[in-house]
């Protein structure tokens, strides 16, 4: 169960766009991304509950297409501090465990 | 307000020993989850505790074990040891009534030798 991101790694220049996917084979009740930089506690960024809301904080988006059980991440004029490993988590239901995506490695380079 | 504790940071251990790591959640948070991370597989679940009460399990084996006292702090632990139990684990707490947002904790880095 546990669900699928895409890319595994992607290295961008400064101010470039990125799109990190998360795809799950179970229909879901939430999405959540968090960051996690190197040596660093994962720290969440949003969530997305069931009913395709796209949120947004600051220049990081994310949307959650119910009907594919897929959320996408998106970074738009990537800042250096955007760099680090990108997870989404899934649960079925609310209440129910979370399962972790494997992770994308993002790098921004000046 | 104090973010999520976890002791001891580092961990040295050989095969065939067992471990307690050890949880303290943000103050007023009484869900505790853990987690492992290894290169390439992420964070797999381990279990989350709830009033004392473990209400998930991950597909770990019996080896893993934890609990949570009255006061919500949390403890794992993994009885003899293998190599492959050498990851990063972590904790995570939430306030339940706030929403699923999780907060982490620096994780304790396990090696086994």
């Known amino acids: 169960q546990q669900p699928v991101q895409s890319p595994q790694a992607v290295i961008l220049r400064e101010g470039e766009d990125a799109v990190i996917n998360c795809s799950s084979s179970k229909a879901l009740y939430s999405v959540h991304w968090y960051r996690q930089k190197h040596g660093e506690a994962p720290v969440f960024l949003m969530i997305l509950l069931k009913g395709g809301e796209q949120k947004g904080h600051d220049k990081i988006s994310a949307s959650f297409n119910e009907k594919k059980q897929q959320s996408s991440l998106y ?36 | 307000k104090a973010g999520v504790t976890q002791t001891p940071r580092y961990l040295i251990k050989t095969r065939g020993q067992q471990v307690t790591l050890s949880c303290s959640p943000i103050s007023g948070h009484r869900s505790v989850s853990w987690y492992q991370q290894t290169p390439g597989q992420g964070l797999q679940f381990l279990f989350e505790y709830f009033s004392e009460t473990q209400r998930n399990k991950g597909n770990f084996p019996g080896r893993f074990s934890g609990r949570q006292f009255s006061n919500s702090r949390s403890e794992m632990n993994v009885s003899t040891l293998e190599l492959g139990d050498s990851a990063l684990y972590l904790c995570a707490s939430k306030d339940r009534a706030k929403g699923e947002k999780l907060f982490f904790g620096s994780g304790t880095q396990l090696s086994v030798l």
């Open chain 1, 75 to 110: 970074l738009t004029a990537s800042q250096l501090s955007y760099s680090g490993t990108y997870f989404c988590g899934t649960e079925v239901y609310t209440g129910n465990q979370f399962y972790f995506g494997t992770g994308t490695s993002l790098t921004v380079i000046p």
